[in-house]
């Protein structure tokens, strides 16, 4: 097996005691058949025994298989295994191979594309965030040894290569990376370009398409390298007039949907600052996008340069941890990209401290990267994954052209 990984995962260790958050906070945390069977035998006659009989109980949904047990949950929300230094007390005394997979594995997100195994992080984890936005060449993939991708069994297979579909993916996914890095353009550009390719290419490479039509293919890829294509599409956007009331609208939503669902008190605290920094609940989102658009430039013309790394690595690492083949088409691959990095993009804006740094432009960048950081991460863990946030991204990609169209009105709010 060969592994790979882009170089903020080869630097990546937990920091455990120091971190700000912890992976299993909030979260419900379930365990295989076979690991949990293990892990009673690796138990039995310690005092573990009885601690692991009361706080891992069958899953509440019925679920059998990989999801059999449900780890339980001290008052705060942390893990009941948790130690005092925010290590977990069963890895320490058992070792690695008790822990559910998505203890063992976390932030790390393996993938098969053929034989090759690639990790990329979750930005779920804050040091995984921040090695990720902050190191200007976090994004460089490389190999890495074996054993830093745990549990290679785990990883999801993307391209099987039995159909067109899958069989061109790594191709489609190298030109959107290409696409992603081009700097001649702008950002929303770029994630404009990408909407168009996957609009083009929509109409035969599409999951479970029998037409293996590879030259069209190749040919909409090459004119999408074209310097004067990329020109034409940045003249286009620049040219669109939309509203970004909507923008605002939306993300707004998103959050206030997920505020309801989520009781983590760093994603509620940091939520309430951002509400608040835009007015308040009550606020109309035309106006709320006004404030933001007015922060977006000046922050611009303070740190754009920095600004523009946090959201290129976030839509890199974004294309790598997940392969588009999982989704319905290319176009709402791309449009969750867009919704996701809109929705980042209003919580780093409303941050109290980019908000404070705006008027003090003497503020050193690490404090925008330390609320860069809270954002990306935050957003993450209890945004970008929840199944309630990916069936709201459903119903307003809409299907077919719609999505496009949809799709502007994002891309005009980056
Ligand atoms: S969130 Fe990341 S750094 Fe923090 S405890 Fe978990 S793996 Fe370690």
């Known amino acids: 097996m060969t592994a790979s990984a882009p170089r903020y995962m080869a630097r990546f260790r937990c920091i455990a005691e120091a971190c700000e958050d912890t992976c299993c906070a909030g979260l419900t945390v379930p365990i295989s058949e076979s690991r949990w069977s293990l892990l009673r035998q690796k138990v039995a006659g310690t005092p573990d025994e009885a601690r692991v009989a009361a706080l891992i109980t069958p899953n509440p949904d019925g679920a059998t298989g990989q999801q059999a047990g449900i780890l339980g949950k001290r008052a705060d929300g942390h893990c009941a295994f948790l130690d005092e230094a925010k290590l977990c007390s069963l890895q320490r005394r058992y070792g690695e191979a008790v822990l559910p997979d998505g203890c063992s594995v976390f932030p790390r997100v393996l993938t098969r594309w053929a034989a090759q195994v690639e990790m990329a ?71 404009y370009a990408l909407g168009r390719m996957a609009l ?31 020109a034409s599409l940045h003249t286009q956007l620049e040219a669109l007039e939309l509203p970004g009331g909507p923008w605002a609208g939306i993300c707004a939503a998103v959050l206030r949907s997920r505020e309801a669902a989520v009781s983590s008190p760093r994603f509620l605290a940091l939520m309430n600052a951002v509400r608040a920094s835009y007015g308040g609940a009550d606020t109309h989102p035309d106006r709320a996008w006004e404030l933001h658009a007015a922060r977006r430039s000046a922050l611009e013309s303070l740190h754009g340069e ?31 990209l867009v919704l996701r990095a809109s929705v ?71």
Not at 132 to 143: G, H
Not at 216 to 227: D, F, H, K, V, W
Not at 375 to 394: N, R, S, Y
Not at 399 to 404: K, L, Q, V
């Open 306 to 336: 920095r600004v523009h790394q946090y959201f290129l690595h976030h839509a890199l690492n974004h294309v790598l941890r997940h392969p588009f083949t999982e989704g319905p088409s290319l176009l709402n691959a791309v449009f969750l």
């Open 344 to 414: 980042v993009r209003w919580v780093l804006l409303g941050h109290p401290a980019v908000v404070a740094l705006l008027d003090a432009p003497g503020t050193p960048v690490a404090t925008l990267d330390a609320a860069a950081v809270e954002a990306f991460q935050v957003v993450a863990k209890h945004v970008e994954q929840a199944p309630t946030f990916l069936d709201f991204a459903k119903g307003l990609a809409g299907e077919g052209p719609e999505t496009f169209a949809r799709l502007l009105i994002l891309v005009k709010g980056l």
């Open 121 to 191: 992080g979750s930005l779920a984890c804050p040091e995984t965030a921040r090695l990720c936005l902050l190191a200007e060449d976090a994004l460089v993939r490389e190999p890495v040894p074996e054993e830093q991708a745990l549990r290679p069994q785990v990883a999801r297979q993307v391209a099987a290569g039995d159909d067109a579909w899958t069989a061109h993916a790594d191709t489609v996914r190298e030109a959107m990376l290409r696409l992603l890095n081009r700097r001649e353009v702008p950002y929303a550009a770029r994630l």
């Open 200 to 230: 083009d290419l929509g109409g035969f490479y599409f999951p479970g398409t029998t037409a293996d039509d590879t030259e069209r293919l190749a040919g909409i890829l090459r004119e999408y390298e074209s310097a004067d294509t990329l």
